[in-house]
C-alpha cells in the first residue's frame, strides 16, 4: 500500500493525522518537530551522544530546507532549487525505505557512461512496476560490444621489424609540438613542457649504428604516445597538421610499456599519462585507468607530490629548475584525474592526500579564471607565452574536495560511521562545497539549480566557456554525491522512534536535493549542447546517465512524486539529448554504445510509466 503525505495539524502537535488515523498506520507529519512532540510525550533521556545526532540532523534538515525555499535570481548568478514550499517537508512513503538502503547507493553504476542492474535489482525494480525489466538483455549486447572491439590496426612496418617504424618525421613530430605549444590545451593539458619536450625530440631521432638505447626507446614512445594524445584532442580543428594514424601511434606507444618502465623518467611519466587521456577521451575507461596507476607511481617516484621550491611560471629558471616545475605539473594532471576517477566508479584514489604537499601553484587562483586571451579561437601565438599559468584539466580545490567527499563517505572507513556521524560529514562537504562555489567568479560560477533549457554561453570566450560548462557538471554530481550518502541512514532501519523519523526527514531533504541536481544536470545540457566540446564526449556522456538513473530510481520510490510525470517527461528527453552531443569519432563502437544508451533510457521510461500506473491503481483500490 502506497503511503501518502500526511495531513497533520501543527497546532495539536500529539494529535494523528486523519489519513493515518483511518489507516491504522504511525503518523509522520513533518510539520511538526520530533523534539516538540516528545516533549508532551515525557521527560528525554540525557545522552550526549543522541544530542549531537539530533544536532547533526537538524542542521541538515533545516540548511537544506532552506536552501530549498531560496526563490532563484538567474542562470549566471547565484541560482537556487524551485520547489513547492513544503517539499523538504513532506514525508517519504514508506515503501521508498528499500530503494534507499540498495540500489540508489550504488556505485559504479554509470562509470563507462551506461547505466547497469544487479539481479537483485531488477527484482526490487519489478516489484515496483508490476512488470519485468528487460535490463540484462542489454547488459548481455554491451558486454558482447566490448569483447568485439576491433583489433589493433595493421602497422606498417616498412622493412623495419618492431613497432617503430610508426614513427613520423622529425619534421612532422616538430609540427605537433608547435600546434601543441600555439593551443588552449597546452594550458588545459600541461602534459609536455615546450623546452623540455624539444630535447625529447633530439634524443628520439638522434641517429645511431646500434640499436637504440633505453633512452631513445623512451623518446620515441613518448612522441608517439603525444601525437595519439593530439589526435583527440585536434581531430579536425587544424587542417594544417598532416593526416596520422592515431591508433597506430597508440598501439606503437603502448607496445613500449614493458620495456620502458625499467627506468622513472619524465619521459615515461608523459607516456603513461598521456596515454590515459586518450584513452579517456575515446571512451575506453577500463585500460584509461591502468595507465593513470603507473602515471601516479612515476609522479611520486620524482617527487611530484612535494613542492620543493618550485619557480613561478614567470620567473627564468635553470633547466633543472624548469624539469622540477614540470614533475609538479605531471603530478596536478594526474591529482585532478585521480579524484575524478574515485567518485566515478567508486575504487579507492591512487594519490592519499595526507601523503602529499598540496600547496597550489604560485598565481593559480587569480590566474585560472581569467581569460589570457580574447576571442574563441583554439589556436593563438599567444598561448605559447611561458608566464601564463596553465588552468589544467579540472579546479584544483574542488578536485580536493573530491577527494575529502570519497574519505569522508564512500572509503571503507566511511561504511562503518555511524548515522550521526554521516549526517554531520554531509553537512561539512555541502558547507565547503557552497563555500567554494561562492568563490568562482559570476561569470562562470555553477548555478545551484538551472530549469531554463535555454541559456547561452556563445558570448563568452573559450576558456570561460568551457570552464563553465566543466564546472556546472562537476558541481551538480558532487551535489548528488555527497547527499546520496545519507541514504544509508535509512537503510535497513529497525527504530520507528520519532528520532529516527526526523533523521528520515533530514535525509529525505538530502535526496531532494540530489533529484534536483540530477534536474539541473539534464535541463543544463539541453541549453549547452551547441557548445560541447566533441572530444569531450566520453567524459561528459557520464553526467546524463548519471542523471537519468536518479530520477528513474525515484519515480519507482515515489511514483506519486508531484514532480514524477515531469521527471518522466524529463528522462525520456535524455535520451534525444546523448543522440545530440557532438563527438568526432563515430565508429561501429561509438554508435553501438549511444543506441545502447538509448534503449536504456527508453526501458526506464517504460518502467517508470508502469510504476506510475501500478501505484495510481493501487491507491483507488485503496
Keep these: 500500500m502506497y ?18 488515523s483511518c489507516h491504522g498506520t504511525a503518523c509522520t507529519f513533518y510539520g511538526l518537530k520530533a523534539k516538540a512532540v516528545r516533549s508532551k510525550l515525557g521527560p528525554q533521556i540525557n545522552n550526549d551522544s543522541t544530542s549531537q545526532g539530533e544536532r547533526s540532523e537538524n542542521a541538515l534538515f533545516h540548511g537544506v530546507s532552506k536552501r530549498l525555499k531560496v ?25 521508498s525505505t528499500s530503494l534507499y538502503a ?9 562509470y563507462s557512461g551506461l547505466p547497469f542492474f544487479t539481479q537483485q535489482d531488477e527484482e526490487w525494480i519489478c516489484s515496483r512496476t508490476g512488470g519485468k525489466a528487460d535490463f540484462q538483455k542489454l547488459i548481455t549486447a554491451r558486454t558482447r560490444q566490448q569483447i568485439q572491439l576491433p583489433a589493433p590496426p595493421h602497422i606498417p612496418m616498412q622493412g623495419a621489424n618492431d613497432f617503430l617504424s610508426v614513427l613520423p618525421s622529425r619534421g612532422i613530430a616538430k609540427a605537433f609540438l608547435d600546434a601543441f605549444n600555439q593551443s588552449t590545451f597546452r594550458l588545459a593539458f600541461p602534459v609536455i613542457d615546450f623546452t623540455l619536450f624539444q630535447e625529447t625530440i633530439t634524443a628520439a631521432y638522434e641517429a645511431r649504428d646500434t640499436v637504440s638505447s633505453p633512452k631513445q626507446t623512451s623518446a620515441k614512445a613518448c612522441i608517439l604516445a603525444f601525437i595519439s594524445m593530439v589526435g583527440v584532442l585536434f581531430h579536425g580543428k587544424l587542417s594544417f597538421l598532416p593526416s596520422m594514424d592515431w591508433d597506430a601511434c597508440y598501439n606503437a606507444a603502448r607496445s613500449f610499456l614493458p620495456d620502458i618502465l625499467d627506468e622513472v623518467t619524465v619521459e615515461n611519466l608523459q607516456t603513461a599519462l598521456m596515454l590515459y587521456i586518450r584513452q579517456r577521451y575515446f571512451g575506453h575507461s577500463e ?19 612535494t613542492n620543493t621550491t618550485i619557480k613561478s611560471f614567470s620567473d627564468e629558471v635553470t633547466h633543472q629548475e624548469r624539469q622540477a616545475r614540470h614533475i609538479r605539473l605531471l603530478f596536478w594532471n594526474c591529482y585532478v584525474f585521480d579524484k575524478d576517477i574515485a567518485l566515478r566508479t567508486g575504487q579507492p584514489p591512487f594519490i592519499v592526500d595526507g601523503n602529499c604537499d598540496l600547496t597550489l601553484p604560485e598565481g593559480y587562483i587569480e590566474t585560472q579564471f581569467s581569460s589570457p586571451l580574447p576571442g574563441h579561437d583554439v589556436s593563438s601565438y599567444l598561448f ?34 555511524s548515522d550521526s556521524e554521516v549526517i554531520r560529514a554531509i553537512l561539512e562537504l555541502d558547507d565547503e562545497l557552497e563555500s567554494w562555489r561562492l568563490s568562482i567568479p559570476k561569470v562562470v560560477r555553477p548555478a545551484l539549480s538551472v530549469s531554463d533549457p535555454n541559456q547561452q554561453l556563445s558570448d563568452l570566450p573559450m576558456k570561460h566557456r568551457m570552464q563553465n560548462i566543466v564546472l556546472h557538471l562537476e558541481y551538480h554530481h558532487l551535489v548528488v554525491t555527497i547527499h546520496r550518502a545519507g541514504a544509508r541512514c535509512i537503510a535497513n532501519d529497525p527504530d520507528t522512534s520519532l528520532h529516527t523519523t526526523q533523521r528520515h526527514a533530514a535525509i529525505y531533504s538530502s535526496i531532494t536535493l540530489c533529484l534536483e541536481a540530477s534536474r539541473s544536470t539534464l535541463f543544463y545540457l539541453q541549453a549547452v549542447i551547441d557548445d560541447l566540446a566533441g572530444e569531450l564526449f566520453w567524459v561528459t556522456v557520464f553526467y546524463p546517465t548519471v542523471a537519468t538513473m536518479m530520477l528513474f530510481l525515484h519515480i519507482l520510490a515515489e511514483p506519486l512524486a508531484p514532480k514524477a510525470k515531469a521527471d518522466i517527461e524529463l528522462l525520456s528527453s535524455a535520451a534525444d539529448l546523448i543522440c545530440s552531443m557532438p563527438i568526432h569519432r563515430r565508429t561501429p563502437y561509438e554508435t553501438g554504445h549511444i543506441q545502447l544508451v538509448n534503449e536504456f533510457i527508453s526501458e526506464m521510461t517504460r518502467l517508470g510509466n508502469c510504476a506510475i500506473s501500478k501505484t495510481i491503481r493501487e491507491v483507488k483500490r485503496d
Design 102 to 110: 540498495g540500489i540508489l547507493l550504488g556505485q559504479n553504476r554509470c
Design 287 to 305: 585500460s584509461g585507468v591502468i595507465y593513470h596507476s603507473i602515471a601516479c607511481q612515476i609522479a611520486f617516484m620524482l617527487g611530484g607530490h
Design 71 to 95: 526563490q532563484p535570481v538567474s542562470h549566471t548568478s547565484d541560482t537556487s532549487i524551485i520547489f513547492h514550499s513544503n517539499e523538504a517537508n513532506r514525508a517519504p512513503p514508506e515503501a
Design 384 to 417: 605559447a607565452n611561458e608566464s601564463l599559468v596553465p588552468f589544467l584539466p579540472g579546479e584544483l580545490r574542488l578536485s580536493m574536495l573530491k577527494h575529502k567527499t570519497y574519505e569522508l563517505l564512500y572509503s571503507a572507513q566511511a561504511l562503518t560511521k
Design 3 to 20: 503511503k501518502i503525505q500526511c495531513d497533520g495539524d501543527p497546532s495539536n502537535p500529539t494529535k494523528q493525522c486523519d489519513w493515518c
